[in-house]
């Protein structure tokens, strides 16, 4: 068996490890869906009426819908830095390190099971949204579109996810430091426009890397005009991918010291 065979077959064993965790332990990856479900009841039904003026659209709901989709996107990756902490901190990553098996297989196992996990919360959530009066107009080539974009993103973030775990001390500081990219997508403008913020803040949620993948995401849902904003979110992702592979596989083999 060549290198790469061997690495593959262990990292699909790896996979199959993870995902098996997953189908007996399914309220972390329920969790991922449920906090982006209360958001978009809360503020289509809450506070609907009061913001949706503001967005220029006809319907509040087609607005904050692709906001609240990429937000069960950023959601996976407290489960991926649980999961990766949970592993390194009970020593079963040592007993991995004794037996004939790819270095590189632990993380690619918890990454792509993380990935599919994620994707699995954002369809939940895209189908909530879509009972409660969500209505996109995207074609096939643009919902495919989608589906590349969201992949990108949870892929991006789900490396930088399995790094956090492995540098936390413990589960619940790991479950803590990926909590700022939950919420940054409603520092953008997943909920209102930043044209209608604070100078400082409007600043900060135009320039911050969700919001052109916000943008992004709603043109290609609701057939409104992209501009530069598809490419700008292609870059963080892959800029965002980069880091955190890079930043993944230094600490794991800092790990092994």
């Not at 953008?188 to 052109?212: C, D, H, K, N």
Request: with cysteine; net charge positive.
């Amino acid at each position: 068996m060549t290198t790469l065979a061997h690495s593959l077959s262990d990292s699909a064993t790896m996979l199959r490890r993870n995902l098996k965790h997953a189908q007996r332990y399914p309220s972390m990856t329920i969790s991922t869906a449920v906090m982006p479900v209360l958001m978009l009841l809360l503020f289509n039904y809450v506070f609907g009426g009061a913001l949706g003026a503001g967005t220029g659209s006809a319907r509040y709901i087609d607005y904050i819908a692709p906001g609240i989709v990429l937000m069960a996107a950023t959601s996976g990756a407290v489960a991926t830095a649980v999961g990766v902490c949970v592993d390194m901190t009970e020593g079963i990553v040592n007993r991995f390190r004794t037996m004939p098996i790819s270095r590189a297989s632990f993380l690619t196992g918890h990454v792509v099971g993380g990935v599919i996990q994620t994707l699995i919360s954002v369809g939940l959530v895209l189908g909530v949204a879509v009972l409660v009066g969500f209505r996109p107009t995207a074609t096939p080539l643009e919902w495919l579109a989608v589906a590349g974009l969201l992949t990108g993103l949870v892929l991006a973030l789900t490396w930088l996810a399995a790094a956090m775990g492995l540098v936390a001390k413990t589960p619940e500081t790991a479950s803590n430091m990926p909590m700022p990219l939950t919420f940054l997508p409603l520092l953008g403008s997943a909920i209102v426009p930043p044209e209608s913020m604070p100078t400082g803040l409007r600043w900060f949620a135009e320039y911050q890397p969700f919001t052109p993948l916000i943008e992004t995401l709603r043109g290609l849902l609701m057939g409104t005009p992209i501009g530069n904003s598809g490419f700008i979110a292609l870059a963080w992702c892959a800029g965002l991918a980069l880091v955190g592979y890079l930043w993944a596989r230094s600490a794991f083999r800092r790990t092994g010291r």
